[in-house]
């Protein structure tokens, strides 16, 4: 099966629509889709609807950004309801202080000299309740600072690096409780990249269980082989389900588009066989 349960439209940092995002993952041969902006669900109805006009299977879907010892850390929700009215406050609420560390970023760059960076990323923003370190990266290129979306997340925006604001997300169990009361299942996103000690991470996964989580994202766009067969052992240890999705978020920036990621590894049990229930189809 083709899943794609990770990807982004202009509803958070991606750059395309949500109609857009679902017809490239058609074309792209994806059999199962879910869009999941960053702590936002704004865009699913409009993903959920072009989705089903042009037959293609579709799960509710959001990441939302976690505040883990200190950490950020991304947890993906799947297949829950999005009129949840805790749901939409939780996300609302982590939404919120985005707009502030956006001034604070600007303020930061401009000590080493780089003006106008808050107005700069606005040009790239799509939804004003979200702007995000995407955003500053694009503006940061189009101003001949950087190369690429990657050249400025290793000299800027990061921890030790200017324009880097340190920042407290939603909580781990805040995060879990609101996507399993909403009926859907929370999944722990990309872990290869958090660089946590092997003792970091069994406290992750531990207390993601212990909380209600119930699956970890094992082959996804940041992952190499390496890190799939890795976090396949991670799901057995903790028996978590298997997820599968690119973290598509566009054309020109993304290595790995929608629909092109390995399978999953032989012998888990694949996150959609836990929400057929949950999966929106034409017929
Ligand atoms: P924010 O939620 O504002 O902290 O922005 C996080 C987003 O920045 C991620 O979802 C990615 O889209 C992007 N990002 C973070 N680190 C990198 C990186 N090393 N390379 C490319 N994009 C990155
Ligand atoms: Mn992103
Ligand atoms: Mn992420
Ligand atoms: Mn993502």
Known sequence: MNADLHCHSNISDGTLEPEAVAARAKAN????????????????????????????????????????????????????????????????????????????MSAELAKVGIDGAYDGALHFVGNPELISRTHFARFLVDSGVCDDTQEVFRRF????????????????????????????????????????????????????KALGGRGVEVVTGAHSAGDAIRYAGTAREFDLLASRGSDFHSPEESRIDLGGLPPLPAGLVPVWSALEARIHTTD
Do not use: C, N
């Open 29 to 104: 041969g994806v059999e199962l889709w879910a869009l999941t902006d960053h702590d936002e669900i704004g865009g699913q109805t409009r993903a959920l609807e072009a989705a089903l006009a042009i037959g293609l299977p579709y799960l509710t879907g959001t990441e939302i950004s976690v505040t883990f010892a200190g950490v950020t850390v991304h947890i993906v929700g799947l297949g829950f309801d999005a009129a949840d009215t805790r749901l939409v406050a939780g996300l609302a609420a982590t939404r919120g202080g985005r707009e502030a560390r956006a001034r604070e």
């Open 157 to 208: 925006l990061v921890e030790g690096k200017p324009g880097f604001v340190p920042h407290r997300w939603a909580t781990l169990r805040d995060a879990v409780t609101w996507i399993a009361d909403a009926g859907g299942i929370a999944v722990v996103a990309h872990p290869a990249r958090y660089k946590f000690t092997p003792t970091e991470e069994y406290a992750l996964f531990t207390e993601f």
